[in-house]
């Protein structure tokens, strides 16, 4: 069974940059795709980035396109989710799936696995 850590929170200014991890135990993790998510305050949870278990294919919600870059390194077993010129509007807990159908779409009911999150904050 696949489990995820997150880190690489943390509270920062506006117009800062964070690199988000999420580490992954398990064998099996390159064959999953793997999505990051984030939910704010008295909001739905809702869909950041995405990416395939090749890595090729890669997905970004229109509110972080153009500032963040999904990634992911094999033989760490581990994605990132780099994240620059963050808003206030990006302050959440970030939250990293994986999807055993390996596709790392933006379709939330695909992921079955879930980390615990890490807050990201950011102050203006």
């Known amino acids: 069974q696949v489990q995820l850590v997150e880190s690489g929170g943390g509270l920062v200014q506006a117009g800062d940059s964070l690199r988000l991890s999420c580490a992954a135990s398990g064998r099996t993790f390159s064959s999953y795709g793997v999505g990051w998510f984030r939910q704010a305050p008295g909001k739905e949870r809702e869909f950041v980035a995405g990416?395939?278990?090749?890595?090729?294919?890669?997905y970004y919600a229109d509110s972080v396109k153009g500032r963040s870059t999904i990634s992911r390194d094999s033989a760490k077993n581990t994605v990132y989710l780099q994240m620059n010129s963050l808003k206030s509007a990006d302050t959440a807990v970030y939250y990293c799936?994986?999807?055993?159908?390996?596709?790392?779409?933006?379709?939330?009911?695909?992921?079955?696995?879930w980390g615990q999150g890490t807050q990201v904050t950011v102050s203006s």
């Open positions: 990416i395939s278990s090749s890595g090729r294919t890669t």
């Open positions: 799936a994986a999807d055993a159908e390996g596709r790392g779409t933006s379709l939330l009911y695909r992921y079955d696995i």
